[in-house]
Nanobody, 119 residues
Framework: QVQLQESGPGLVKPSQTLSLTCTVSGGSITTNYYYWSWIRQPPGKGLEWIGYIAYSGSTYYSPSLKSRTSISRDTSNNQISLQLSSVTPEDTAVYYC???????????WGQGTQVTVSS
């Protein structure tokens, strides 16, 4: 059974870059045909999909965040990373990584990590 664990700083200053890592166990991030997404939930709001990196290494980002987002992977350590640049307090949220299928179902989720953007 695959498990996902997010990690990273809980506090980021405005204008800086938010960097998070998702460590995957119980399955390889290169296994066909899975898509590894980052998703966030701001306080009092719904889930917002940020982007994914596919089993092949290809990436796709939400148009609204594309200019500030980079998702990469470390296959040696079976990790997925998120970088979100030029953050503002509006980027404060719980950030999740999730494994999705070709059908678009998010079938496995990490527990999430709180990130607060504040000076």
């Amino acid at each position: 059974q695959v498990q996902l664990q997010e990690s990273g700083p809980g506090l980021v200053k405005p204008s800086q870059t938010l960097s998070l890592t998702c460590t995957v166990s119980g399955g390889s991030i290169t296994t066909n045909y899975y898509y590894w997404s980052w998703i966030r939930q701001p306080p009092g709001k719904g889930l917002e999909w940020i982007g994914y990196i596919a089993y092949s290494g290809s990436t796709y980002y939400s148009p609204s965040l594309k200019s500030r987002t980079s998702i990469s992977r470390d296959t040696s350590n079976n990790q997925i990373s998120l970088q979100l640049s030029s953050v503002t307090p509006e980027d404060t949220a719980v950030y999740y990584c999730a494994r999705g299928t070709q059908a678009g179902t998010m079938e496995s989720w990490g527990q999430g990590t709180q990130v607060t953007v504040s000076s």
